[in-house]
């Protein structure tokens, strides 16, 4: 009877822990993670409707901007979790080493090395023969972007060896968070790059020291701009370099290609010479996105102390000197030889000197036109890359932000923007700059606005 009695309550035991148990599995619901990568972190809370508890843990990311996800700490989208349970995940915080140096200005941080041994590109570099290497302008070609490098060197970060006056690296890749990637270099038959126009190399001197007032020491880029199949290079012919700052050109001359890079040639009309348009030496094409017909042309003179000038001209029209324009005063566009004698009797400055190394671009998340310049004072004892806004490409350009100066990063120049390297409508952008010193090399920052 007692032996009955206790299998009868040990069955009751056993059946009443099976109910119980299904019971609480019943009441602990589960919920299938979603993707919230790339998603503010109220976002991320609204994507997983509440049902998780999501807890932040600050990470230094390049990656997207700060606030954002950059994914879940050790779970992984369509994992399955139980409802209301706490999961940690991974959201930007500011990069380490990162600065500013104006209020409008939210960071800049440097991302990595573009050229130079520390560089993801040193080998494909090294096998074209690059060792050292400057500017970086970008010109979107054909669904890829064509970057536009000045004097380079065979010799590792330094300015010795073999002599290229420029070259041209091809780059896929568009997602800058972890570095500016180059696919190609355009080279010769040999693999060795391949300048668009090789400079003559003369030797440096003075006008007074010399009997051939045409002599040149190298050809450098300064802008470029693709109209339909074809792809054209601005570059001026540097005939002296001076004091720091200071060169004088011959003549700022267009090249075209219409064979994907493998040959240019010179486009006869287009050449501004020095002792008739000054204040071209240096020519930033910029195409407008809502007059798709028409490029823009920044230009500035030989050096890094005089201003900027504007010229237009539509693009079925851009290999007809006569049919371009120059802003010679505030809404007075005057064509042709006219106006570039008006501008080199009284030079019209949509940007006061001094202006070096500009690119500009309409930036949506500011709903404004964008230019980016390196300002310098005699001698360049100073440098900064300062931000000027307008709210239409002939300016005026105002509201002077410092992006980044010679104390952080000593020895640099450059930095040209593009709408293409830019991500959230153009609060965050990239830009490429180079440095003399310590090594001859160009690196990529990002700049992100408040």
């Not at 010679?328 to 006219?338: F, N, Q, R, Y």
Request: hydrophobic letters at 40%; a negative charge; charged letters at 20%.
């Amino acid at each position: 009877m007692l032996r009955t009695l206790r299998k009868s309550m040990l069955l009751i035991l056993a059946i009443t822990t099976v109910l119980v148990v299904a019971a609480c599995k019943k009441e602990v619901e589960t919920v299938i993670l979603p993707d919230v990568r790339g998603l503010s972190l109220s976002e991320a809370e609204t994507r997983t409707e509440g049902l998780v508890v999501l807890r932040s843990v600050d990470v230094p990311s390049h990656k997207y901007l700060p606030g954002y996800v950059l994914g879940y700490a050790i779970h992984e989208p369509g994992d399955t979790v139980d409802q209301g349970q706490r999961i940690d995940v991974a959201v930007v915080a500011r990069p380490l080493h990162a600065f500013s140096h104006d209020s409008r200005v939210d960071y800049v941080a440097k991302i990595a090395d573009t050229s130079g041994p520390n560089s993801p590109n040193f080998d494909l570099l090294i096998d074209a023969g690059i060792g050292g290497t400057d500017l970086g302008i970008p010109v979107e070609y054909k669904g890829q972007m064509v970057l536009l490098y000045g004097d380079s060197f065979s010799g590792i970060g330094s300015h010795s060896g073999f002599w290229f006056s420029n070259f041209m690296a091809l780059s896929n890749n568009f997602d800058l968070s972890e570095g500016l990637i180059m696919s190609s270099v355009v080279t010769n038959p040999a693999g060795f790059a391949l300048p668009f126009a090789q400079g003559a190399h003369a030797q440096n001197l003075w006008d007074h020291e010399s009997t051939n007032p045409n002599r040149e020491v190298t050809k450098i880029p300064t802008g470029g701009v693709t109209i339909g199949d074809a792809f054209y290079v601005f570059y001026m012919s540097v005939r002296f370099w001076e004091l720091p700052g200071n060169w004088f050109v011959n003549y700022n001359q267009v090249l075209k290609s219409i064979d994907g890079l493998k040959t240019f040639t010179p486009v006869e009309s287009l050449i501004w010479l020095e002792d008739e348009a000054p204040n071209f030496g240096q020519i930033m094409p910029v195409n407008h996105p809502e007059e798709p017909g028409m490029i823009y042309l920044f230009a500035t003179p030989g050096g890094r102390f005089g201003g900027a000038v504007l010229g237009r001209v539509q693009a079925a029209n851009f290999e007809n000197r006569d049919a371009y324009e120059y802003l010679v005063a505030p809404d007075t566009w005057v064509k042709g030889s006219v106006g570039l004698e008006q501008l080199l009797e009284n030079p019209y400055h949509v940007i006061d000197a001094p202006v070096a190394e500009i690119s500009v671009m309409f930036n949506p998340y500011l709903n404004q036109w964008m230019a980016l310049y390196m300002e310098t004072v005699h001698m360049q004892t100073s440098k900064t890359i300062i931000m000027k806004t307008a709210d239409q490409i002939e300016g005026p350009y105002t509201d002077k932000v410092i992006i980044m100066d010679d104390d952080g990063v000593p020895n640099f120049y450059g930095g040209f923007v593009h709408p293409r390297y830019t991500t959230f409508d153009g609060k965050k952008f990239y830009i490429q700059i180079s440095r003399w010193l310590p090594i001859y090399q160009t690196e990529l920052f990002e700049v992100v606005l408040n």
